[in-house]
């Protein structure tokens, strides 16, 4: 079991930046590949960026550039530095883990970001 804890989340200006964090408790979160996804008010969850455990990363087209994903395993922690903040932006972000060994996967609770002038 696996719990998500997403911290970071804001109000910010277009073209400004937010990092936020996922802390993961539980043991072996360097056997995770952690991903980021984000939903919108009245659209469908999508996928953000992903990181596996040997640290290859992908990217929705739409954030390339712009966000960076990173992990700490010594932390059991996983970043989304995003920059260039556009209104389009605006969802709430959700941490996803999927364990290597079972494929099971783990969701956090969200955490908001607003993009606004």
């Known amino acids: 079991q696996v719990q998500l804890v997403e911290s970071g989340g804001g109000l910010v200006q277009p073209g400004g930046s937010l990092r936020l964090s996922c802390a993961a408790s539980?043991?072996?979160?360097?056997?995770?590949?952690m991903a980021w996804y984000r939903q919108a008010p009245g659209k469908q969850r999508e996928f953000v960026a992903r990181?596996?455990?040997?640290?290859?990363?992908n990217y929705v087209d739409s954030v390339k550039g712009r966000f960076t994903i990173s992990r700490d395993n010594a932390k059991n922690t996983v970043y989304l530095q995003m920059n260039s903040l556009k209104p389009e932006d605006t969802a709430v972000y959700y941490c996803?883990?999927?364990?290597?060994?079972?494929?099971?996967?783990?969701w956090g609770q969200g955490t908001q970001v607003t993009v606004s002038a």
């Open positions: 996803n883990a999927r364990s290597t060994a079972t494929m099971i996967g783990y």
């Open positions: 539980g043991s072996f979160f360097s056997i995770y590949t």
């Open positions: 990181i596996t455990t040997g640290g290859i990363t």
